[in-house]
């Protein structure tokens, strides 16, 4: 027991080293030197405990998708309302992307090297999966909660957040404007709950638009 306590502390201080030098150094000048010498362990430690370099990283991988799990379950309130739940949330959350810009540009960075290798691609489908099922759970919550019920099926407004949060998370990590980054969160955010709550539906709005594009094709 106690052996074993002492191997997870090794990979947790392993991994947590890791995303010190990928932070610092970036995924294309990440070496297993520069790891071991942050994790203060030689590199055959470092095999012992993930083999090689790629199943380190794609280890990284992992406890980034866990960790973003727990950050968005952490910044679920217990809101009244579904519109209320929403909002909190999507807000909440977003604190913890502009406090760590860094680690989005990490979890893109391995996401796609995960793509990548045939053998680690199933991480990236995991990955979104994960998050939808997170905030699936929050709305289902959010309805037993309030009485409400959200006008499309939850994991469609769920793939519908996650999806919007992942566009924002990319242009802010690229020009870090907070300010137009909120701009568009409130926007996203509005919009969610107007999906959530009825408002324009999708339905009617794609008929809307093929009807539209058939005429001017006409």
């Given at each position: 027991?106690?052996?074993s306590a002492k191997n997870s502390e090794k990979r947790t201080e392993i991994l947590a080293a890791t995303i010190r030098i990928l932070v610092?150094?970036?995924?294309?000048?990440?070496?297993?030197?520069?790891?071991?010498?942050e994790a203060g362990v030689n590199q055959a430690m470092l095999r012992y405990y993930f083999g090689g370099k790629d199943d380190l990283l794609f280890a990284v991988l992992q406890e980034m998708m866990h960790l973003t799990g727990e950050?968005?379950?952490?910044?679920?309130?217990?809101?009244?309302?579904?519109?209320?739940?929403?909002?909190?949330?999507?807000?909440?959350?977003?604190?913890?992307?502009?406090?760590?810009?860094?680690?989005?540009?990490?979890?893109?960075?391995?996401?796609?090297?995960?793509?990548?290798?045939?053998?680690?691609?199933?991480?990236?489908?995991?990955?979104?999966?994960?998050?939808?099922?997170?905030?699936?759970?929050?709305?289902?919550?959010?309805?037993?909660?309030?009485?409400?019920?959200?006008?499309?099926?939850?994991?469609?407004?769920?793939?519908?957040?996650?999806?919007?949060?992942?566009?924002?998370?990319?242009?802010?990590?690229?020009?870090?404007?907070?300010?137009?980054?909120?701009?568009?969160?409130?926007?996203?955010?509005?919009?969610?709950?107007?999906?959530?709550?009825?408002?324009?539906?999708?339905?009617?709005?794609?008929?809307?638009?093929?009807?539209?594009?058939?005429?001017?094709?006409?």
């Amino acid at each position: 027991m106690v052996a074993s306590a002492k191997n997870s502390e090794k990979r947790t201080e392993i991994l947590a080293a890791t995303i010190r030098i990928l932070v610092r150094d970036g995924l294309a000048e990440t070496t297993t030197r520069k790891i071991a010498g942050e994790a203060g362990v030689n590199q055959a430690m470092l095999r012992y405990y993930f083999g090689g370099k790629d199943d380190l990283l794609f280890a990284v991988l992992q406890e980034m998708m866990h960790l973003t799990g727990e950050i968005a379950r952490a910044s679920a309130p217990a809101a009244p309302t579904l519109r209320a739940t929403i909002a909190e949330s999507m807000s909440a959350f977003w604190e913890h992307v502009e406090a760590q810009p860094e680690l989005q540009v990490i979890q893109y960075e391995l996401t796609l090297y995960a793509l990548r290798s045939p053998e680690a691609a199933w991480l990236a489908r995991q990955q979104y999966a994960g998050y939808g099922a997170v905030v699936e759970q929050l709305v289902h919550e959010a309805e037993a909660r309030s009485g409400e019920s959200c006008a499309i099926p939850a994991d469609e407004m769920a793939r519908y957040i996650v999806g919007g949060l992942d566009g924002l998370i990319l242009q802010f990590i690229s020009d870090r404007d907070e300010a137009r980054a909120r701009r568009d969160l409130r926007n996203l955010i509005a919009a969610a709950v107007a999906l959530a709550e009825g408002g324009a539906g999708p339905e009617r709005l794609w008929d809307e638009s093929r009807k539209m594009r058939t005429e001017a094709r006409s």
